[in-house]
């Protein structure tokens, strides 16, 4: 069984809107409960309860709720056993080393989450091209955007669901359908093979001479708010007096701040998946540079900021964005690659900028700039970054075949004859 999941986002209606909101606040509130009832366990030193008890103990509190607690009932019992499992995993996953520990949930940093953990109950439908809808506990009939064919409703389509979650982003709330696919033997592929070197200059260099490239995930004019507001952010935070709690101004502008940073996240998200799909479609062995190696020959050799391109204010966070989009794009075309029958292949390939692919020969000077290498052995010359994504696939033992190879030539006799020209 392969499991996935899909995001789509929910259309409430402005009473349904409230309802949510309210569940997942309710959820918040039940988390920093049985996070403060586990404290004062500890500090106290009495023994924690086995969680069926803390369930058992949560379901008759929200059935009969006591005073002050009235907001218990307005979460639906598995959303409500959803936050006990969840609380108890954490700690789990804390003394089993993977994670912190627990902590509470403020209101305007955590984002909100409601579980629905069993799927017969949600009748998803499809209403017609762009829209579907399904059934969340305590709230109705919510309407969603069609984007994809879910198993279960649509015929064709193998599979089924197993559950969801709703979680608030900076642009409304969406549902997060699990999804449960049967294994099913991948396609034959062909044996075309491609290198690719993630890098600055380009986001991604092809070994076939190609590059994709990731746009600007900021107009100019939404580059230029987003650092006004972060100055405002830094000035208010300044200006707040000691021990006090965070003001309603200074939240409101870490809201507008955290929407233009989710904007640029959707965008590369957007294109993370456009990118590696198209790459996984064409090729049928894929390989990358081991991503751990790479950072460090990159700080090395400093490419990283790479000086004069781009500006500098932006720098902090368009480097953010490139680290994790480089890790991003490593674990789609992993999952993608299998998924159409290819293959990826993770390779530590140190030097990749300096060694020529066709001599093997390594010489710093042969790299004559940014993006010009010529070799000082056999005298091959092209862009640096193709001669690094050649080399990455060289290191992993595909040989590049068919299309791949013709375009390896053009790629390398086009600057030649351009500058002869
Ligand atoms: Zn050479």
Not at 156 to 174: D, F, M, S
Not at 206 to 218: A, E, Q, V
Not at 306 to 326: F, Q, S, T
Request: proline share 6%.
């Amino acid at each position: 069984m392969a499991r996935s999941v899909h995001v789509a986002r929910l259309y409430p209606e402005i009473g349904q809107l409230e309802r949510l909101n309210t569940q997942g606040h309710a959820t918040r509130a039940l988390w920093n409960l049985l996070h403060e009832w586990h404290l004062m366990c500890c500090e106290h030193r009495r023994p924690m309860l086995g969680w069926p008890e803390i369930d058992r103990q949560v379901k008759a509190a929200r059935r009969d709720p006591p005073e002050g607690f009235e907001w218990l009932a307005k979460l639906p019992a598995q959303a409500c056993g959803a936050v006990v499992k969840l609380y108890v995993a954490a700690w789990k996953r804390c003394y089993s080393g993977h994670a912190r520990p627990p902590r509470f949930k403020s209101r305007h940093r955590a984002r909100m989450a409601i579980d629905i953990p069993q799927a017969p109950d949600f009748r998803v439908v499809r209403l017609n091209r762009r829209w579907g809808e399904f059934t969340v506990p305590m709230v109705g009939r919510i309407r969603f955007r069609w984007t994809k064919p879910l198993p279960g409703v649509t015929r064709t389509v193998p599979g089924r669901l197993t559950g969801a979650r709703l979680v608030h982003e900076t642009n409304g709330w969406h549902v997060v359908f699990r999804i449960e696919t049967p294994d099913v033997a991948p396609p034959e592929r062909s044996a075309s093979a491609v290198g690719i070197d993630r890098g600055v200059t380009h986001t991604l260099a092809l070994s076939d001479g190609t590059f994709r490239d990731m746009p600007k995930l900021l107009s100019d004019s939404e580059a230029k708010r987003l650092l006004r507001l972060e100055r405002k952010a830094a000035r208010q935070r300044r200006s707040r007096p000691k021990n006090q709690p965070t003001s309603n101004r200074l939240n409101q502008t870490y809201d507008q701040i955290a929407k233009l940073r989710a904007r640029a996240k959707r965008r590369r998200d957007d294109w993370i998946h456009q990118t590696t799909t198209e790459i996984t479609r064409e090729f049928g062995a894929v390989a990358v540079e081991d991503l751990k190696v790479q950072s460090l020959t990159r700080s090395a050799r400093g490419t990283v900021a790479e000086p004069g391109r781009g500006v500098r204010r932006k720098a902090g966070l368009n480097r953010a964005i490139l680290g994790m989009a480089w890790s991003q794009i490593g674990e789609h075309l992993d999952y993608k690659t299998t998924r159409t029958g290819g293959v990826l292949v993770k390779v530590p390939a140190p030097r990749t900028s300096q060694r020529c692919h066709a001599c093997g020969l390594v010489d710093p000077a042969s790299r004559r700039s940014q993006s010009l290498y010529v070799c000082t052995n056999c005298a091959w010359s092209g862009n640096a970054d193709t001669n690094a994504a050649l080399n990455i696939v060289n290191a992993a033992g595909l040989a590049v075949s068919g299309r791949g190879g013709s375009r390896v030539a053009e790629a390398c006799e086009a600057p030649t004859t351009r500058r002869a020209a």
